[in-house]
């Protein structure tokens, strides 16, 4: 800082929430987004590494020295996400004094430089909004695709919110309101992720606000993402995934005082049958199929055999499909030998 310049006093105005875990191939992404940032406000970035095994550290350590005012990095010599116990979440928070708190994974990152100026003039001005946020780009192996989620700038609906998941509102563009975050990790802080109650606990205490523009970039499967271990949970971890899923479902209902149980219920038909399907829970899924016929959402033929106790007769469905699709190869294949 040139000396006859003057330390910026204001109060911080935005904190950008940033968790990082072995996110050396994209963490520098992320940083650049939060320094090329154009505000009339004071803003902070809370680094949070927790105990990487790679080069995340070095390069958070790097910003930091370059640009101390804006990336304020914390350490971990023990990985707090394993304990699975909030303390990851009670650190990241208790860091965050804006009053606003920005979101952005380690491995996602902002484009426009605009971003939190949109969204801050935006809050400012509509104080019965809790939270806002922007439309953004999926990426996936390294091919951007944009969410488009509404046509126009609009209110987003609890409804939608409840009955997409925590997928809809990509959680590198919220922004959120600090006491709101504070209130809600008072309510749940036994949950093991947070960024769908975060979104329902917005639309249930306040109104959530979509921008249509696409501000940040949402990285779909790479190393280390919930997506990615998603896809390794083994059965038993599926079970947990479920429970955990239920509670938070079951939770919120009471919550909103049954306002959306409609909603609730579509979201139960969704993910805690998909989640008991794949680890073969089909006897507990039964409730889940009857739901999904209630409310007219499709199902797998094999999957609903399974589920209503006939697994003979799925297996010789399977059979059959594949048989029909041997057919139809060899057919395909002479009529162009």
């Known amino acids: 800082m040139n000396i006859n310049e003057e330390k910026d006093t204001r109060p911080i105005m935005v904190s950008i929430r940033c968790t990082a875990y072995n996110h050396e191939k994209y963490i520098r992404d992320a940083l650049e987004g939060f320094?090329?940032?154009?505000?009339?406000?004071?803003?902070?970035?809370?680094?949070?590494?927790d105990a990487s095994t790679d080069g995340t550290a070095a390069i958070i350590r790097e910003y930091a020295e370059k640009y101390p005012d804006i990336i304020k990095p914390i350490y971990e010599t023990e990985n707090q996400y394993s304990k699975h116990d909030g303390s990851l979440g009670r650190i990241v928070n208790e860091a965050c004094v804006g009053k606003y708190i920005a979101m952005c994974e380690g491995d996602d990152y902002w484009t426009d430089p605009y971003k939190l100026q949109k969204q801050v003039d935006f809050m400012e001005k509509h104080p019965d909004y809790s939270m806002c946020w922007t439309d953004a780009f999926v990426e996936v192996n390294g091919v951007k695709k944009a969410y488009n989620r509404y046509s126009q700038n609009c209110q987003s609906p609890a409804t939608d919110i409840i009955e997409k998941g925590g997928d809809f509102i990509p959680t590198c563009s919220?922004?959120?309101?600090?006491?709101?975050?504070?209130?809600?990790?008072?309510?749940?802080?036994?949950?093991y992720c947070g960024d769908y109650p975060l979104q329902m606990f917005c639309a249930f205490v306040g109104n959530v606000y979509y921008i249509c523009s696409q501000t940040c970039v949402y990285r779909y499967g790479n190393d280390g993402s919930w997506t990615q271990k998603a896809a390794k949970e083994t059965p038993e971890q599926k079970v947990i995934h479920y429970n955990n899923e239920k509670l938070i479902l079951d939770d919120f209902n009471k919550l909103s005082n049954f306002k959306y149980q409609k909603s609730f219920e579509i979201r139960s038909a969704d993910i805690l049958f998909n989640l008991l399907v794949s680890a073969k829970k089909y006897k507990a899924a039964r409730p889940y199929l009857s739901l999904r016929k209630k409310y007219n959402i499709k199902t797998n033929r094999v999957v609903a055999l399974f589920v209503r106790g006939y697994p003979l007769l799925a297996n010789l469905l399977i059979f059959y499909i594949k048989m029909k699709a041997n057919v139809k190869s060899i057919f395909f294949k002479n009529q162009f030998v």
């Open 35 to 49: 320094v090329m940032q154009k505000t009339n406000f004071r803003f902070e970035a809370i680094v949070h590494d």
């Open 174 to 191: 919220i922004l959120v309101k600090n006491d709101i975050m504070n209130n809600l990790f008072t309510f749940v802080s036994k949950y």
